[in-house]
């Protein structure tokens, strides 16, 4: 029998569902209402892959059994309405590469804050223990990718809200949820219950031999936690009180308990640092654990684990000035995090797309440790309404460029400028990752 799958946008996830697709039989027609980036184009042609760009092809798409949809198209696209109205199902990526991972293990993890420190350390403990593993999802390659060219027997995967919202067998051995904070509310019909309940989806179909890791310290993720019925093991940590089973710091010591395993090390061994990568480390070492990874190789990996690229990376000191590239902040929680580890006078850049921002999080911090801030953004009054009072020098810039010779300007010796901008970036830059790099681009040539 052909299979006929039809799959919506063709960037990462889509060409990646769409070679692991075409590899398993299946009749494969790839359509994405914008232009193809070359590299994928070369993809889908190099594998005989049937594809169009910049518009779709209604009738062939409504006459599709299945259809994949790429996370970044919303529900409220005309045409996925046509598809729901015609009741075709809907699956993401996730759950298509769910389908053919075989006997291996997965541990995923999401949350609004946190999950790719969170995933990468997970795969740094893994592959430091020797495992035969891969990071996919939102960061690195796609799952079905990475199934369709290198299958692993561990796949730690940075699953987001959207991609959660159309599983259907999509089960984690090992799920994480690091925190829940508002996030993404234009797409949840600016409903902050809808998000929610798309994050718990990570535990939808995990069983009574799954675990369920979560953070205790975490308002909203405790105010919601008994609305679901979660059938696997949950083993929370935190930083309020030691536990029989889960994480705990007391004393500046962790503790990583699962059943009769007890793994202990000083948070001064971390190579990471802030109250947040604690949490962070917390959620990573429990899995560790939960894979019956060795104590030794836990500990050697997370005092060997590098930060990531834009998030929280420093960059260079000119002058005395320190440069911090935290991109990734894509939302106000995230900016919360940096600020709070800030020591020393900072010069905020700030700005981009707003999701629905609340800035009010961090007015407390901004007053306390911003001596400017510098705006980096097509529409910047939501931040000038916020922060007027609060901070004196407040300027607005359309590059990064820009912005790097203004917060620059603003600085003395012993001051640091921190891009954390809250914000998503496509006003003005392809994604963070381009936001991050123009960044560190315009610090080096100043």
Not at 171 to 195: G, S, W
Not at 223 to 241: A, G, V
Request: net charge neutral; proline share 2%; with cysteine.
């Amino acid at each position: 029998m052909n299979k006929r799958i039809i799959i919506l946008g063709a960037a990462e996830s889509g060409v990646g569902a769409a070679l692991l697709a075409k590899q398993k039989g299946y009749d494969v027609f790839v359509s994405d209402a914008g232009g193809v980036n070359p590299l994928y184009k070369n993809e889908l042609q190099l594998n005989k892959i049937d594809f169009e760009e910049g518009g779709h092809s209604e009738k062939k798409i409504l006459s599709a059994g299945e259809i994949m949809k790429s996370p970044g198209i919303p529900e409220n696209n005309e045409l996925v309405k046509k598809i729901r109205k015609k009741g075709i199902e809907i699956i993401s990526e996730i759950e298509f590469a769910y389908r053919y991972k075989g006997q291996s293990k997965i541990i995923a993890i999401t949350g609004s804050n946190g999950k790719s420190t969170t995933t990468a350390m997970v795969y740094h403990i893994c592959k430091t223990a020797g495992l035969s593993c891969a990071m996919v999802g939102n960061i690195g390659y796609s799952f079905a990718r990475q199934i369709a060219e290198e299958p692993k027997e561990v796949y730690v995967a940075e699953i987001s809200s959207f991609q959660l919202d159309d599983i259907k067998t999509f089960r984690p051995d090992i799920a994480i949820l690091t925190n829940i904070t508002e996030d993404h509310l234009d797409r949840y019909d600016y409903n902050f219950e809808n998000y929610i309940k798309s994050k718990f989806r990570i535990t939808e179909k995990q069983t009574e031999k799954d675990v369920f890791i979560y953070n205790l310290d975490d308002k909203i993720t405790i105010q919601y936690l008994n609305n679901f019925s979660i059938k696997s093991n949950i083993l929370p940590y935190t930083m309020s009180k030691s536990l029989p089973q889960g994480a705990y710091i007391t004393d500046a010591q962790m503790h990583l308990k699962w059943k009769q395993e007890e793994v202990a090390m000083s948070v001064e061994d971390f190579a990471i640092k802030g109250t947040h990568n604690q949490y962070n480390t917390m959620a990573a070492g429990l899995a560790a654990v939960v894979m019956d990874i060795r104590k030794e190789k836990i500990r050697d990996a997370v005092q060997t684990f590098e930060s990531l690229e834009h998030r929280m990376e420093t960059v260079i000191t000119i002058k005395g000035v320190e440069f911090i590239n935290d991109s990734k902040a894509t939302n106000v929680n995230s900016t919360w995090f940096a600020l709070e580890s800030m020591t020393r006078p900072t010069i905020l850049i700030l700005g981009g797309i707003d999701k629905g921002n609340d800035y009010s999080l961090i007015k407390d911090l901004v007053k306390e440790k911003v001596k400017a801030i510098v705006c980096m953004g097509v529409d910047n009054r939501k931040i000038h309404e916020a922060f007027g009072n609060e901070v004196e020098l407040i300027v607005n810039t359309g590059n990064a460029k820009d912005a790097v010779q203004a917060a620059f300007h603003f600085a003395n010796n012993g001051d640091v400028v921190l891009l954390s901008p809250a914000c998503a970036s496509f006003d003005l830059f392809k994604n963070y990752e381009d936001r991050g790099k123009q960044f560190k681009q315009a610090v080096k040539e100043l």
